[in-house]
């Protein structure tokens, strides 16, 4: 038998999870970027330990050597969502990439595991390329909400602390619990619009008051010291009306001074 080189084996697969973890960080950025409610939450990925391959490779009764074929989820990414509904649209993201070749699916969320798991499973492929060439790799990505997530990562540690002898009566609680999970996802499915469009005023809020403070610190640097501090002291009356609109009016008022001053220095510039 040949002898497995554990590090080499595994490192490109630690270069598809990093490069997918940045890839999709960039999606959800690009969704923030264009003020629009991004379907990912959170993005996070691993490469399986070696202990975890070795017990799944026993469970499978495979060899070492069909590791890369027997374990689909050596590299893992999981994308977390706020809610079920997200789940599919982060699933259509998926299947329209260029850079992944979707080999198959698994809905845990439509039908659950007997234990009470949910979540979508995407095995895909993937390639990385590395100095020794590019190498084409399986990847596991595994879509789930925020409570499933929760449950999920709870279960998994008692899991571990078990193995298969888990109490039974600890299993029927997590079963109930996942249960809970899925109501707590309806309930939020539920109030998804008051939600996202509490989320989105916020947002719109924090945009609108960055914008402000960029415009007041440029006109710091072109304009007189004592009319930047009155324009700031306005501001700040004008911050604690906590109204949107008025806001929105004063940044424009805003831009226009900053737009006379730029105008002035042009013409400085030409006389
Ligand atoms: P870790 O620590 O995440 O690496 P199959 O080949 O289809 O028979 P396989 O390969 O286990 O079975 O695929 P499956 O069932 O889709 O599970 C892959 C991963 O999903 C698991 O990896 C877990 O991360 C997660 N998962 C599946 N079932 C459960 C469950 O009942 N509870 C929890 N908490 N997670 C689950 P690993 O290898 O278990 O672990």
């Not at 026993?58 to 990414?77: N, P, Q, T």
């Not at 390329?129 to 190498?135: A, Y």
């Not at 039974?168 to 109030?191: K, Q, Y």
């Not at 700031?232 to 831009?255: A, G, I």
């Amino acid at each position: 038998m040949e002898v497995q080189l554990w590090r080499e084996t595994l490192a490109p697969y630690q270069l598809a999870v990093d490069e997918l973890v940045v890839k999709f960080n960039h999606v959800k950025q690009q969704y923030q970027d264009a003020k629009m409610y991004s379907p990912i939450e959170a993005v996070g990925g691993r490469v399986k330990r070696v202990s975890s391959i070795l017990e799944k490779l026993k469970r499978k009764g495979a060899e070492i050597s069909e590791l890369e074929e027997k374990v689909e989820d050596i590299a893992g990414i999981r994308l977390i969502c706020q809610f079920v509904e997200d789940i599919e649209t982060v699933v259509k993201i998926i299947r329209e990439r260029e850079d992944l070749e979707i080999k198959l699916e698994k809905d845990y969320i439509t039908k659950s595991k007997p234990s009470g798991y949910r979540s979508y499973h995407i095995i895909a492929y993937y390639t990385v390329h590395t100095i020794k060439g590019s190498k084409r790799l399986e990847v596991e990505i595994q879509i789930r909400t925020l409570a499933m997530n929760f449950w999920s990562t709870i279960e998994h540690s008692l899991q571990y602390k078990y193995r298969e002898h888990m109490p039974e009566e600890l299993r029927e609680r997590l079963l109930r619990s996942a249960e809970a999970v899925v109501a707590l996802d309806n309930e939020m499915a539920s109030v998804r619009d008051e939600i996202m469009d509490a989320q989105n005023s916020n947002r719109q809020k924090a945009n609108i008051i960055s914008d402000i403070l960029n415009n007041i610190e440029n006109l710091y640097y072109v304009a007189n010291e004592r009319e930047v501090s009155k324009i700031q002291n306005e501001f700040f009356k004008v911050y604690l009306q906590d109204d949107m609109n008025t806001l929105k009016r004063f940044n424009k008022q805003l831009d226009i001074i900053a737009e006379t001053y730029r105008a002035q220095s042009v013409q400085g510039y030409r006389s």
